[in-house]
């Protein structure tokens, strides 16, 4: 299989204040692979450093490619949409069909503007004038208007509402159909990604401590509900971490059948991607 | 490249209203024949790119640019271009405007002396806008107002010294060298500048985070 995006070694620290890395990571073509993580756990800066945006230590290739050597070759290939807003707000998405014409070779104009319509955005409205969701929308179109091959997506769906999100979600279900076509998408809204990635990346303080893919997590995990007595009779190698609420436990398990036949008495639960994070993160071991 | 051109050819829009309200008051004023419309060149021109800098900065446009193919090569060398192309603009369009005052008025205006001062207030554009990029892509909008202020008083001060010296310290035959030959020496100051101006703004660009 292809590799889409191959991360080796790569560090990168903001002073004292914030390391991420080191960073291993293997993305093969054909995929969504959602990254997942607090506020401050380094998704951006991953990203961002896979776009060379931002400068770092360690060797990072994109379709084969080094990312740095090769960077306007990759980049025709490569659909962005970033965390912050970016266009300047004066220009209209006529305007900025007509600099990403000069910019990409396989510009689609009338791609892009299949894309205005369908999301009802004006052609000749200044991006100021939008709403939030309606320049998230112009951005995701402008990502896609290039027939790229790597979509990289910094919280794509934050601000839409539920109809435009599963509209944008139809358009990305529909682009990975292409076996060439790879999706890296960081994400707070977790339950995109239960019905959208094949693979979960779950960075905490600037590391991977989870790579897995949806099916494992989603079948193999589970959420043991109990009380205070019963969770004392667990095991406690079966138990990966927990969290005391104020009548019961939570527990986070994993090989879910195995567990429900040596705890007949407790029920386990399908479990979230958002448990999992608060679970993993805020539990106890 | 080219789409990096339009882009700042495009942002012109910002600022369509104040260019107008500016040239209007010039060209009221340069009827009356109180102000001679040859400076306009040496600050519209940087107005307009200094403001698409800020517009730049505040709608964090670099961190997407970057991500375009040859985004972080191209995009100092498309302002820079950007930069000569609207100064050329708008130095024919005040030539354009000055043989109209004059044909309006009916006083023939001296070709030679026009042409030569738009030349001369093209190339002190140049020159201006070859000192502020550098010192904005190195510190940001915000912080490389007070510091241009400070270096263009600096440069001053230290300019008007020299020339002090040079007054009473050198032969004539130097400032007879500069009398002779500034048509030649001027320009080709500025292009040495300009050219020195983009390889340190590409410099301080290509390292930059966003």
């Keep these: 299989m292809k590799k889409a995006i191959e991360v080796k070694n790569l560090i990168k620290s903001y002073g004292n204040n914030f390391q991420l890395g080191k960073i291993n990571l293997e993305i093969p073509s054909g995929l969504i692979v959602g990254l997942i993580g607090e506020n401050g756990a380094g998704k951006t800066t991953l990203l961002k450093s896979i776009l060379n945006i931002i400068k770092y230590n360690g060797e990072i290739k994109i379709f084969d490619k080094d990312s740095q050597k090769e960077e306007s070759i990759i980049k025709e290939d490569i659909g962005v949409v970033l965390d912050d807003m970016f266009f300047p707000e004066i220009l209209t998405p006529s305007d900025i069909s007509s600099i990403m014409q000069g910019v990409y070779k396989n510009w689609d104009k009338d791609l892009f503007f299949k894309y205005l319509k369908d999301f009802h955005l004006e052609p000749n409205k200044s991006y100021k004038t939008f709403s939030k969701g309606m320049k998230k929308k112009l951005e995701i179109a402008t990502s896609l208007a290039h027939h790229p091959k790597l979509l990289i997506l910094d919280e794509p769906t934050s601000g839409l509402d539920p109809i435009v999100r599963g509209e944008v979600l139809d358009i990305f279900l529909n682009f990975i159909q292409d076996e060439e076509h790879t999706i890296l998408l960081s994400t707070h809204i977790t339950s995109d990604l239960e019905h959208l990635a094949d693979r979960i990346v779950f960075l905490d303080a600037g590391q991977i401590i989870f790579d897995k893919s949806r099916d494992e997590l989603l079948d193999n995990y589970g959420i043991l509900k109990c009380s205070e007595e019963d969770f004392s009779k667990i095991d406690k190698n079966d138990i990966i971490s927990y969290k005391k609420s104020k009548y019961a436990y939570e527990v986070l398990i994993t090989n879910k059948n195995k567990i429900s036949k040596k705890y007949k008495d407790l029920v386990v639960d399908k479990i979230t991607i958002d448990e999992l994070m608060v679970l993993m993160i805020k539990g106890e071991k | ?210």
Excluded at chain 2, 88 to 116: E, H, N, R
């Design chain 2, 1 to 210: 490249m080219i789409g990096l051109i339009k882009k700042e050819f495009l942002m012109l829009k910002s600022n369509i209203k104040t260019l107008g309200i500016i040239i209007i008051i010039y060209v009221l004023m340069a009827i009356q024949g109180s102000l001679s419309i040859s400076s306009i060149p040496s600050f519209l021109g940087t107005l307009i790119m200094v403001s698409n800098f800020s517009y730049d900065e505040f709608n964090k446009w670099d961190a997407y640019l970057i991500t375009l193919p040859n985004g972080r090569k191209n995009s100092v060398k498309a302002r820079y271009i950007s930069t000569i192309i609207l100064n050329l603009i708008i130095t024919l369009f005040v030539i354009l405007l000055g043989i109209l005052i004059s044909l309006a008025k009916s006083q023939p205006i001296i070709y030679k002396d026009f042409l030569s001062e738009m030349f001369i207030t093209f190339l002190i554009a140049i020159a201006m806008q070859s000192f502020i990029y550098p010192i904005t892509y190195k510190f940001g909008m915000e912080k490389s107002r007070i510091l241009i202020f400070i270096f263009i008083f600096a440069i001053i001060a230290i300019g008007s010294i020299i020339i002090e010296y040079v007054n009473l310290k050198l032969s004539s035959i130097f400032i007879n060298f500069i009398n002779n030959f500034w048509s030649t020496l001027i320009p080709i100051t500025v292009l040495i500048i300009l050219l020195l101006s983009y390889k340190i703004s590409e410099r301080i660009y290509s390292k930059k985070e966003f």
